[in-house]
């Protein structure tokens, strides 16, 4: 703690941040970049394989709830109704009578992102052939990835008279717009925060396609090869919904497969606090699948005031298209974007551009895109309505409607280890009654999944409410009302939502109605975050590794192959809820 008083920060940051490698993963992107580094690489988290065979659907997803039922429609309906009224809209069977008037929004363009500024630019399939001097296929990984697939080799192809071959893998944007006609199987590793594990999906397909993407971005972005990561250490910050048996994975794919020589794992609302240089916050990530609330007081995370909610900037995404079609705004065009990538990647940037809360109607000229089979890209010049509406979703997430994928196998979660604790010296098997009596009043997190096999008892994740009740319940179950108030008054929005105009004063005024009356609390206040939302996170991250000096939490290499982490070694993975907050006092000197 001596050296952090004296070092200057740009010193700090060239000393430890050159060999420090920070991964953040997430449902629907992976930010990864070296400490040193004022913002990460982005690119979306999913890959797509070539295959030998015609796949049954080119979208490897598992949809357990993809059709709205006739009572999910009517909650829907009626949720709309509440938030027309509330923005003094028409109701949703009513007509809109000024028609010739409208607001129209100019899109967002992100500073640190230039690409997204490239929406006019004429349309392109990606080119799924392999080029002489493509470097997109690292030497580490030829042996290891499905091999390539020529034309003429592929029953049913066209002759090519070059022989040129595929890909046998594409990672990030550019698997997005992989056509719908060419052999590949898209997967996203990573759905609502967790292993997209299925029957569909094997669990160790999950871990190659992770293992796969993330060297992936090392090596076309960081130009790291693997010959060279017994050079670096790696951050992991991870979404709090990960489970035990997740974050083993993670690390074990950071460690053993991309050869990283230690590790460390910290959680995405610790992360985003010492980001933003907050000791003390209630940290909301409203990420593109799952919403999560936790509590930060002196620099560690509360465990028993985390929640989950079940959505995120996807269903808005969703709820946009439903609202058109149902205003018969939206062009005659097959949009589906749960089977086809590309139309989630146009939809979401239209939500991006054109959402926001305001009272009174909000409408826009968009141009709409379609991608039909077989055919080029067209764009639509439309008229959009309602555009206030889909955000407000957060609050009323019936209108949502977010689907539902189903839970791996239960055998998965048969882990008695909790990465999260101290707990060699509990008793094995561990019983509820055993831990209540050993720490009374302790809260062991579950997984998102209903039936956790080992603790029946205790109370789910998942939370069935909008964001300011899950806000107001998270900070009122800290219990103190000093500090009560002051998590109230330090309320912090980060996500790629964190984004939308108009979000925080909805968020200021829904959480303070929320708040009981018995309650001597009067006052909300969200923060302006001092890092961009979409990467707070991950710049936390640098911080916590740059800063952390003694290691004492960090796994090495070898000592993870031989021995993991298993009961009776004295030693253990330390999550972040152990950091002590000398760091964030550092950051705010």
């Not at 594990?197 to 396609?209: A, F, G, L, N």
């Not at 990530?285 to 079940?310: F, H, R, Y």
């Not at 108009?502 to 302006?528: C, F, K, M, W, Y």
Request: proline share 6%; charged share 20%.
């Amino acid at each position: 703690m001596d050296y952090l008083k004296t070092a200057i920060p740009s010193q700090l940051i060239s000393e430890r941040g050159s060999n420090l490698v920070v991964i953040n993963p997430g449902s629907a992107n992976i930010r990864v970049g070296l400490a040193q580094q004022d913002a990460p690489f982005t690119a979306p988290h999913c890959i797509a394989r070539c295959t030998s065979q015609v796949p049954k659907r080119n979208v490897q997803d598992q949809m357990l709830n993809s059709q709205v039922t006739t009572a999910q429609h009517m909650e829907r309906e009626k949720a709309y109704d509440i938030i027309a009224s509330l923005l003094k809209i028409p109701f949703l069977d009513e007509e809109v009578t000024n028609s010739s008037s409208f607001q129209r929004k100019m899109g967002r363009v992100d500073a640190y992102n230039p690409q997204n500024g490239r929406k006019d630019s004429v349309f392109s399939w990606t080119d799924v052939y392999e080029r002489q001097s493509s470097t997109l296929v690292a030497d580490s990984l030829e042996d290891k990835d499905l091999p390539s697939t020529s034309l003429a080799q592929r029953e049913g192809g066209h002759m090519d008279l070059g022989q040129r071959k595929y890909r046998p893998f594409i990672c990030g944007e550019e698997s997005l717009k992989i056509s719908p006609t060419e052999p590949y199987c898209f997967r996203r590793p990573i759905r609502r925060g967790h292993f997209n594990i299925s029957q569909d999906y094997p669990v160790q397909q999950v871990y190659e396609d992770l293992h796969t993407l993330w060297d992936w971005m090392l090596v076309e972005k960081l130009h790291i090869p693997q010959s060279e990561r017994n050079m670096y250490s790696a951050v992991l910050v991870v979404p709090e919904t990960f489970d035990n048996r997740e974050i083993k994975e993670v690390l074990s794919i950071v460690l053993r497969d991309l050869q990283f020589s230690s590790a460390v794992v910290h959680q995405e609302g610790l992360a985003a606090a010492f980001g933003n240089g907050l000791s003390t916050a209630c940290i909301v990530n409203i990420g593109a699948q799952v919403t999560s609330v936790i509590c930060i007081e002196d620099g560690v995370s509360l465990p028993t005031s985390e929640k989950t909610l079940p959505f995120g900037g996807e269903d808005i995404s969703r709820c946009l298209l439903w609202t058109q079609r149902h205003h018969q705004t939206w062009p005659q065009v097959r949009t589906d974007m749960l089977t086809k990538p590309i139309d989630m990647l146009m939809l979401n940037e239209l939500k991006e551009s054109y959402c926001y809360i305001q009272e009174g109607e909000v409408d826009a000229v968009a141009v709409v895109q379609s991608y039909e089979d077989g055919m080029p890209a067209a764009s639509h010049r439309t008229r959009l309505t309602a555009l206030n509406v889909p955000p407000m979703g957060l609050f009323y997430p019936t209108l949502l409607v977010p689907d539902v994928y189903p839970p791996p196998p239960r055998s998965w979660f048969n882990d008695y280890e909790d990465m999260l604790e101290e707990t060699w010296h509990f008793d094995y098997p561990r019983r509820p009654d055993m831990v209540d009596s050993l720490y009374p009043g302790f809260n062991i997190g579950l997984p998102m999944w209903d039936s956790y096999p080992m603790f029946q008892t205790k109370p789910k994740k998942e939370e069935k409410v909008g964001l300011a009740e899950a806000i107001t319940s998270s900070i009122l179950s800290t219990g103190r009302i000093d500090l009560k108030r002051k998590l109230f008054c330090s309320i912090q929005l980060i996500g790629g939502v964190a984004l939308t105009e108009g979000l925080i004063p909805a968020v200021e005024d829904r959480v303070l109605h929320a708040i009981p009356s018995n309650e001597a609390i009067d006052t909300v206040e969200v923060l302006q975050s001092r890092t961009h939302p979409t990467f707070v996170s991950w710049k936390g991250g640098a911080i916590l590794g740059i800063l952390d000096i003694g290691r004492d939490a960090w796994i090495h290499r070898m000592d993870w192959i031989h021995n993991g982490v298993h009961v009776g070694i004295g030693r253990k993975y330390k999550d972040s809820y152990y950091v002590q907050a000398q760091a964030t006092c550092y950051i705010n000197s």
